[in-house]
C-alpha cells in the first residue's frame, strides 16, 4: 500500500479539504472519494449540477504529419473519423486482444490528438504510445502534469458553464477552446455519468479559481464514489473491474468500438473473436430481491460480478456481469452468491437508469 | 448524519464496535467513527436471535453504497434481539450510532469480558 506522503495530490485539493471531502488512495492519487454522501451527490448529478475533480485522469499528447497513423495503429475504433474538434471513444489493446486501457481521443487539430487515459494505466499507455510511435513522424508526449480536468454533469451542467463562458459551449462528443470563468481552456461534451455536461481540461495553477466559480454558481462537488454509482446505472464500463487484459472487447460488449478493417494492433484477434463469438459475455444486470452485489460475487452455473452497487435512483442492488453466452440475453434470471446468499438477478438492457421505456421527457 | 460522540457510558472495542451492559445483557452497536468510515448505510440484514456470537468475530455486516464491512462482536453470548427497525430504516445506524441505530441485544456468556474492552476515554485516545 502506497502511504499517503507518495500519493499524488490534484491542484484542487486545498478545496477538497474546505468542501469537507473524504480523501483515498486512488489509482496513486489522493482524491475524494464523497463530500455530503454518495446518494446526495449522485441525486444532485440527475437533478441538477455536479462538479468532479478528475485530475488523476492522464492525457497523452500526440502531434505531427502521420499522428493520426500512429492512433490508427494503437486505437480500435477509426481515428480518421474523428472531425476535428471532434471526440471518440476507443481502445488499446495487445496483439492478442486483451484490453490495455479504455480511452477518449480528442482530435484538437488536423494533426493534433489529446488521448485521456486512465490514471491507473496511464505509465503503460504511454510506454505502450512510445513503443508503437517508432517509424512513425509523430510525437508523443505526457501531459499528465499539464492539464487539471473537471467535469460538470447534469441536466443543469450546460446552463451552468454556460454562464461563465464567452462562447456555445461544444455539442456532446465534440470539444473546442473556450473561456470559462476567465480561464482559456478545452472543453468537451464528454462525461461519464449519463447526463448532458461537460468537461473542462484546463492548466492546474488555473483550476482552482474554476472549481471555485462552478462551486459559486450552483455545481455541487460530487466525488467518485457518486461517479462510479452514475457510471453504473449508466452501464458505463471500469477498467480494472469490467475488463483487463484478460478480456477481449467482444466478450466485455465493447465490439462497437472496434473496425478491425483499419488494422489496429489487436484487430486479428478481435476479429476472430467476433467470428466465433464470446464464451462468456458482460451483461447489465439487477437484483429482482434484496442485497447489493459486489466485485467478486460469484454467479451460479458460471460467470462473475464485475462491478455492483446500490442504486441510488432506483433503490435496488445493480451490476454489471459475465455470464455463459448463451444466458446473456435481457430478461434472463440467474443466481448470484453474495457472501454467502443466494441472490436472484436478471439480465437487463443498458442502460439500467433511465430504464428502458421510461426516459424522462 | 450524527455529530461525533462517544458515550461515557459504553464500553468499546477496538474494530469500533460499542456494548452498554445492563445486567446479563449488552447491546451492540458500531461507533461514530465506523459509521463515518463507511458513509451512508443503505443495507442491514438483523441476524437472527438464538445465535451465538464470538468475541472479537463478525456477527453480521453492514452495507453502505460503497462496501460492505463485518461487524464485530465486542463480547460473546446469545442473540436475544435484534433491531428489526434497521432492516428498513438502515440509516438510523449513520444518525443515531448509540440510540435507534443498535443492532442486537445479546446474553452474555462470560460477563468478566467486559474488563478487556476501552472506556469512552481510552477509546477515543486510540483514534487520535
Known amino acids: 500500500m502506497a502511504s499517503t506522503d507518495t500519493l499524488k495530490r490534484s491542484p484542487l485539493h486545498d478545496r477538497h479539504r474546505a468542501a469537507g471531502a473524504r480523501l483515498v488512495p486512488f489509482a496513486g492519487w489522493e482524491m475524494p472519494v464523497q463530500y455530503a454522501g454518495i446518494r446526495e451527490e449522485h441525486v444532485a448529478v440527475r437533478t441538477g449540477a455536479g462538479v468532479f475533480d478528475v485530475s488523476h485522469m492522464g492525457q497523452i499528447e500526440t502531434g505531427g504529419p502521420q499522428a493520426h497513423d500512429l492512433l490508427q495503429r494503437l486505437i480500435s475504433n477509426d481515428v480518421r473519423k474523428i472531425p476535428e474538434g471532434g471526440a471518440q471513444y476507443g481502445l488499446l489493446c495487445r496483439e492478442d486482444g486483451g484490453i490495455l486501457d479504455d480511452v477518449f481521443t480528442y482530435r484538437l487539430a488536423e494533426d493534433h490528438f489529446l488521448t485521456v487515459t486512465n490514471a491507473s494505466n496511464h505509465d503503460k499507455d504511454l510506454e505502450w504510445f512510445r513503443r508503437h510511435a517508432a517509424g512513425y513522424d509523430a510525437d508523443v508526449n505526457d501531459a499528465i502534469e499539464s492539464w487539471a480536468m473537471l467535469a460538470v454533469q447534469g441536466p443543469r451542467a450546460r446552463e451552468l458553464v454556460g454562464g461563465l463562458t464567452d462562447g456555445r459551449l461544444p455539442p456532446r462528443m465534440h470539444c473546442c477552446q473556450r473561456t470559462v470563468a476567465g480561464v482559456p481552456m478545452l472543453v468537451a461534451g464528454t462525461g461519464y455519468t449519463g447526463e448532458d455536461g461537460v468537461e473542462l481540461i484546463v492548466g492546474p495553477d488555473d483550476a482552482p479559481a474554476v472549481w471555485d466559480a462552478l462551486t459559486s454558481a450552483g455545481a455541487t462537488p460530487a466525488g467518485l464514489g457518486a461517479r462510479d454509482t452514475l457510471r453504473l446505472e449508466a452501464c458505463f464500463h471500469l477498467y480494472g473491474n469490467d475488463m483487463d487484459e484478460g478480456r477481449d472487447p467482444i466478450e466485455a460488449g465493447l465490439g462497437w468500438a472496434c473496425r478491425e478493417e483499419t488494422g489496429f494492433i489487436g484487430a486479428e484477434a478481435v476479429r476472430a473473436a467476433r467470428e466465433a463469438g464470446p464464451a462468456e459475455k458482460l451483461v447489465p444486470f439487477a437484483l429482482t430481491g434484496e442485497g447489493i452485489p459486489r466485485p467478486g460475487n460469484p454467479v451460479a452455473g458460471g460467470g462473475v460480478v464485475t462491478s455492483g452497487t446500490l442504486s441510488p435512483c432506483l433503490g435496488i442492488g445493480i451490476g454489471m456481469a459475465y455470464l455463459p453466452a448463451q444466458r446473456a440475453r435481457p430478461g434472463e434470471t440467474f443466481e448470484i452468491d453474495v457472501r454467502g446468499r443466494t441472490r436472484p438477478a436478471e439480465v437487463r438492457e443498458k442502460p439500467l437508469y433511465p430504464p428502458k421505456g421510461k426516459e424522462a421527457a | ?128
Open chain 2, 1 to 128: 448524519m450524527a455529530e461525533e460522540s462517544y458515550p461515557d457510558d459504553l464500553l468499546y472495542h477496538a474494530d469500533h464496535d460499542w456494548a452498554r451492559i445492563e445486567g446479563d445483557v449488552a447491546t451492540f452497536g458500531i461507533t461514530w467513527y465506523a459509521q463515518d468510515q463507511l458513509g451512508e448505510v443503505v443495507f442491514f440484514e438483523p441476524p437472527e436471535a438464538g445465535r451465538s456470537v464470538e468475541r472479537g468475530e463478525p456477527y453480521t455486516e453492514v452495507e453502505s453504497v460503497k462496501a460492505v464491512s463485518d461487524v464485530i462482536a465486542p463480547l460473546s453470548g446469545e442473540i436475544v434481539e435484534s433491531n428489526q427497525a434497521l432492516k428498513d430504516g438502515p440509516e438510523a445506524i449513520n444518525d443515531d450510532p448509540y440510540g435507534a441505530g443498535w443492532m442486537v441485544k445479546v446474553r452474555l456468556s462470560d460477563p468478566s469480558q467486559r474488563d478487556e474492552l476501552m472506556d469512552a476515554a481510552a477509546y477515543r485516545s486510540s483514534l487520535a
